[in-house]
C-alpha cells in the first residue's frame, strides 16, 4: 500500500458507532508497515446491553531480492451481551423482540421465585442477562527465501493466547436465602503455539509444493460459581475472579501435525491443469478432568493418507469442465461441546466406537463466460463417517454433561448455479441458487431408546438457498440492492420442529467525492439491512439440538434484527 492514512466513521440503529484508523508506511526501501485500530460500540437491537469491541492490527515487513522478512501483533477486546434463547413456543407467547429482563432486576428476581408476569410462564422464558467477554492476542513472525530460481521456501511461526468467559445469571441456584439468582459462568484459556513451513519446485510443466502444520495447545475450561448481592444487579461487564463454587474443570493438551504434497501439472498449453497430492493428520487430545464429574481420558484422530485430486480442463475459449475428489478426516473437538464434554461414565461407554469423523467429496461442473456474463454449474456429493451427535440433555443454563451418539454416515448431495452479468456500462447482476439434501443415513440410541433418524434431514440444513444482488455505478455514485432467501431450517433429529424460511433484503447507495479537502478521496455510503422488516430466526442451535420438541419448547433460537440504517464516511489523506 501506498503511504497514507486511512480514516472511517460508522453511525446508525441502536446507538452504533465504529470508528476506523490506519496508517501505511508505504515502500521505505524494501520496508513496509501499517498501524490500524478499530474501535466499536452499540446497545443490542432488543434489550438491554451494550456490544463493544476494541482491536489493534500492526504488520512490518522488509523485502530484498531473494527473500523477505515480516511479522504481526493482532490485539482483540470484546464483551458483548447475549440476547435471550427463543423457543417456537415463547415466540408465540412474547413475540420475536422478546429478551432478558435486564435492566429489571425486580422481575428476574421475582421469576426465580416463580412469580411470572406478562405471558411468561417458565424459567427458561428469559434471564436476567447473559454475557461473553473475550480478550484475544495473536503474535507471528513469517519468512519467504528463493533459494534457487525454481525453488522457494515459507515459513511461520505464531502464537496466539486467549481468555474468555460466558456469563448467566441463572435461576437454578441461590447465592443467598434472600436471592433465588446467582452468576453462572464458563471460563476458559486458549494458548496455541505452532508453525507452518512450506517448499515449492518448479520443474517445467510440475510445481510441486509440500510442507507440514504443527501446533501444540494448552486449553483449560471451568464451569464456576459466583454469589451476587440483592442491591447490586450485575450489569458491568469484567472477569470474574475467585469463585464461591467450582462445578468442573478440565484441561486439554491437543496436538496436531498435517503434512502435503500436491503437484500442479499444466498440459497443452495450460488448458489442462491437474492438481494431484495428499494429506496426512494426527491430532490428539489429552484431557485431565480436575474437578466435577465431566470426562478425561485421550483420542487420536489419524489419518496419514487421505487423497486430493482436481482438474481443470479449457474446452475453447470462455468454457471449461472441472471436477475434483477429495477425502477428509477431522479432529476431534476439546472443550465445552466435544467428547470429554459428557460423564466420565458416558464417555467410557461410547470410547470404544469412539472414531473420527470422515468425509468422501466428489465435485464436478463447468464455467462459462462471454462478453459480459459468466456462469458457473457444480454438482456435488459428500459422504459422512461417523458423524457425532451432541445431544442436549437438559436446558443450557444447567449446564448437564451432553449425550453422545455415533449416527454413522452422513449423505449429502447438493447442486449450485451462479451467474455475474454485466448488463450495460455501471450496470450488472449477480445470482447464486443452491439445492442441498443432507440425511442422517443410520439410527441411534439414547439410553435404551432407539432414536430413528436414517432418512431425516440434518439439523439447520436449509435445502434451499439464493442470493441476488443488482448493482449500479456511475458518475460517482455506487447503487446496491439485493436479497437472500434461507429454506425450513429443523433443530431436532427427529424433524418435527423446524423454522420457517425467510427472505431478507439489504440495499445500499454511496458516493464518491474524489479529491474533497484536506483529502485526497472522501467517500460516504449508507446501508440499510432487512429493507421489509422481516421477522425470522437467523440462528438455531444456540442451545444446542435435541431429538425432538413436538411442542415447541426447546430455547434454542435466535431471531435475526429487524431493519437498520447506518451511514459511513471514509476518508484517504
Not at 475434483?324 to 476439546?334: D, H, L, V
Not at 461410547?350 to 463466460?369: A, D, K, V, Y
Request: hydrophobic share 35%; aromatic share 12%; net charge negative.
Amino acid at each position: 500500500a501506498e503511504r497514507g492514512f486511512s480514516f472511517a466513521q460508522t453511525v446508525g440503529s441502536d446507538n452504533t458507532t465504529r470508528t476506523f484508523a490506519r496508517y501505511d508506511t508505504g515502500d521505505l526501501n524494501g520496508f513496509s508497515a501499517f498501524l490500524s485500530g478499530v474501535r466499536h460500540d452499540a446497545e443490542k437491537w432488543k434489550g438491554f446491553g451494550p456490544q463493544d469491541s476494541r482491536q489493534v492490527n500492526a504488520q512490518a515487513r522488509y523485502t530484498a531480492d531473494r527473500w523477505s522478512i515480516g511479522g504481526l501483533v493482532n490485539t482483540s477486546r470484546r464483551s458483548e451481551t447475549d440476547y435471550a434463547d427463543l423457543s417456537l413456543d415463547s415466540a408465540r407467547r412474547l413475540g420475536m423482540d422478546w429478551d432478558n429482563y435486564a435492566p429489571d432486576w425486580q422481575r428476574a428476581i421475582d421469576a426465580a421465585r416463580g412469580v411470572f408476569r406478562g405471558g411468561v410462564n417458565n424459567l427458561d422464558d428469559a434471564y436476567y442477562l447473559g454475557r461473553g467477554v473475550r480478550d484475544d492476542n495473536l503474535y507471528a513472525l513469517n519468512a519467504e527465501l528463493a533459494v534457487t530460481d525454481t525453488a522457494t521456501f515459507r515459513g511461520q511461526v505464531y502464537r496466539h493466547t486467549n481468555e474468555g468467559q460466558g456469563h448467566w445469571v441463572t435461576p437454578y441456584s441461590a447465592s443467598s436465602p434472600t436471592l433465588p439468582l446467582r452468576l453462572r459462568t464458563t471460563e476458559y484459556t486458549i494458548d496455541r503455539f505452532g508453525a507452518t513451513a512450506s517448499v515449492e519446485l518448479a520443474l517445467g510443466a510440475h510445481a510441486l509444493e509440500f510442507g507440514l502444520w504443527t501446533e501444540g495447545n494448552e486449553h483449560g475450561l471451568q464451569r464456576n460459581f459466583y454469589n451476587l448481592n440483592i442491591d447490586s444487579p450485575p450489569d458491568r461487564s469484567f472477569f470474574y475472579r475467585s469463585p464461591d463454587q467450582r462445578v468442573f474443570a478440565q484441561d486439554f493438551d491437543s496436538d496436531t501435525l498435517v503434512y502435503f504434497v500436491r503437484d500442479r501439472i499444466e498440459l497443452m498449453d495450460g488448458r489442462l491443469v491437474i492438481d494431484a497430492g495428499f494429506k496426512g493428520i494426527d491430532a490428539s487430545i489429552d484431557a485431565v478432568s480436575r474437578v466435577g464429574t465431566r470426562a478425561g481420558g485421550r483420542i487420536e484422530a489419524k489419518d496419514s493418507f487421505l487423497p486430493q485430486l482436481g482438474l481443470r480442463y479449457e474446452i475453447s475459449d470462455g468454457f471449461e469442465v472441472f471436477g475434483s475428489y477429495a477425502e477428509n478426516m477431522a479432529a476431534f473437538r476439546a472443550g465445552v461441546a466435544g467428547p470429554f464434554s459428557a460423564s466420565q461414565a458416558t464417555f467410557n461407554a461410547i470410547r470404544p466406537t469412539l472414531r473420527p469423523e470422515t468425509s468422501t467429496t466428489l465435485e464436478g461442473g463447468l464455467r462459462w463466460g462471454s462478453g459480459g456474463f459468466q456462469g458457473a454449474l457444480t454438482l456435488y456429493s459428500v459422504d459422512f463417517s461417523d458423524r457425532l451427535l451432541t445431544i442436549s440433555q437438559c436446558v443450557g443454563i444447567l449446564g448437564c454433561p451432553s449425550a453422545l451418539a455415533n449416527v454413522g454416515d452422513v449423505e449429502t448431495r447438493g447442486a449450485e448455479l451462479a451467474m455475474d452479468w454485466k448488463v450495460s456500462e455501471g450496470l450488472s447482476l449477480f445470482a447464486a441458487m443452491s439445492w442441498n439434501n443432507s440425511e442422517y443415513a443410520a439410527d441411534y440410541r439414547d439410553g435404551a431408546n432407539l432414536i430413528r433418524v436414517n432418512g431425516k434431514q440434518v439439523v439447520d440444513a436449509p435445502e434451499l438457498l439464493f442470493n441476488a444482488e443488482l448493482h449500479y455505478a456511475t458518475g460517482g455514485w455506487d447503487l446496491r440492492i439485493g436479497g437472500k432467501y434461507t429454506d425450513d431450517r429443523y433443530y431436532t433429529y427427529l424433524n418435527d420442529a423446524k423454522v420457517e424460511g425467510y427472505w431478507v433484503a439489504d440495499a445500499s447507495i454511496g458516493y464518491d467525492f474524489g479529491s474533497f479537502g484536506w483529502a485526497r478521496q472522501l467517500k460516504a455510503t449508507l446501508n440499510v439491512t432487512n429493507i421489509f422488516d422481516e421477522e425470522y430466526f437467523a440462528s438455531l442451535g444456540t442451545n444446542g439440538f435435541i431429538a425432538s420438541d413436538p411442542q415447541g419448547l426447546m430455547h434454542t433460537l435466535n431471531t435475526g434484527a429487524p431493519r437498520q440504517v447506518f451511514l459511513t464516511l471514509e476518508a484517504k489523506f
